[in-house]
């Protein structure tokens, strides 16, 4: 079953569109690896029968070195047993055997997806998907990406008047082709921010059968209700990640059950009939 | 002291431009953790006294799961000892806090230098860069790669007319204007393959105080002697990578040697009197 037939499930069945992220910001929860190890599950605990998906961003466990390496794949583990689909960040990018190493190293239960850097093009992205493709898992390449810098690059405009981030998509797309589920959702998505919703119907438009990783709501400015055009062709077509917003807030329960009320309803009204 | 000046004192000191790249393929050394330990040894005795820098491969660790992540740091803390730079090749590219977390993971003694995707725009390489400089450590980020899908995307024209790489260049430039030792070179250098040679003397002419880490020499068909425009400003403007020539040759020893001869013979006739 194609990675995107897992996710057009899991988001059925849950109700839910919210991917809560695994950000344990050292300036909160500090460097000794049990405390990450607890705070992580506290939040799995709180938020996660809001969620369908956890994201772990593996800069925050490989600063812990080692010891920090077994915590990233505890938490998952928990993750996956609660249910949750887990998506791991760790924007990888390289090529041939060095990419193949990075898919053997973390496209591998319980992760169930990556998240990839298609910069150096579709030998960056290939040995990804393959390995994904083969074991049922995910890829989400980065195509325009939710941060206040984001346009320095990817938006710069191309001589056909594309934005360079529409190339990506075009490129994302025909990759993820051989992944396409009986869904209609592949197994290669596309990490597209919240920030930046002007791109939301064109990149749609340009993959229509990505399922869409969206950052950026919450913290970093996203507005939940302007993402109705990620569900324009599927109602599992995007799932929404918020981290500090949720697992810093007072409730974290709260927090994801209120993002999760908000994005249903919206996806109800915007996904076909 | 910048990075630069740490780089182009170790050119000179060990009159090399050679980097050999630890990429353990695990199709050649296999998967337990002593024997990579013991591979990547041997080719820092064999092959060290020929280089001015190592050039481990993360992936090729971090495949190995937790045992990996030690050897990587062992094998790095050899290199050091042998008087080598250590240039970890882990590509990583986010921002904020994350970017700061993946600093803090990897940017760090016995590593000299890391590898940065700068895709997701300035605020993907100052978290890096602030890092190094606060620490005298280096930082290369990939501004046109040597694969044969480079040209995907980092190749695209823009609308006025330079290819996107060299936006990225630009703003390499830019950000690393602040960390320019005495030497004239920076401690934020440029990732420039040497299989697309025709970029060279332009990338030099927007990067001109970028060290240049340039990979695809050897297995990848990229030829030495095309590599004299990186050299125009600096004789220490550039190191060259080259890994299954060197590691996998029947005599990695002789490999590394002819390799560095070919380039301090080139690098003394290209670079400024």
Redesign the interface.
Known sequence: MSFGDTLARAVAARQSHVVVGL?P???KVGDDPDAVRRFCLGVIAAAGPACVAVKP?S??F??????G??VMWDVSQAARDAGLVVILDA?????????A??A???LRDPVDALTV????????VRPFTMHARERDKGVFA?VR?S????????D????D?RP?HE??AG?VALIGEASVGESGLSGVGAVVGATAPQHLGRLRDLMPHQPFLIPGVGAQGGRPEDLGPAFARHRAGAVVNASRSIIFAPDPRKAAEDLRATLWTLSERSAPS
Request: hydrophobic share 45%.
């Open positions: 950000d910001d050292p300036r961003q800069a925050y490989e600063r812990l070195g080692a010891a390496w077994d924007k990888r990018g390289d090529i041939d055997v060095s990419a190493a990075y053997q190293a973390l850097n298609p910069m150096m093009g579709g030998d960056a980065l990406t941060n206040p810098g984001a346009g320095d690059l990817e710069l405009v191309l001589d008047g360079w190339a990506v490129l």
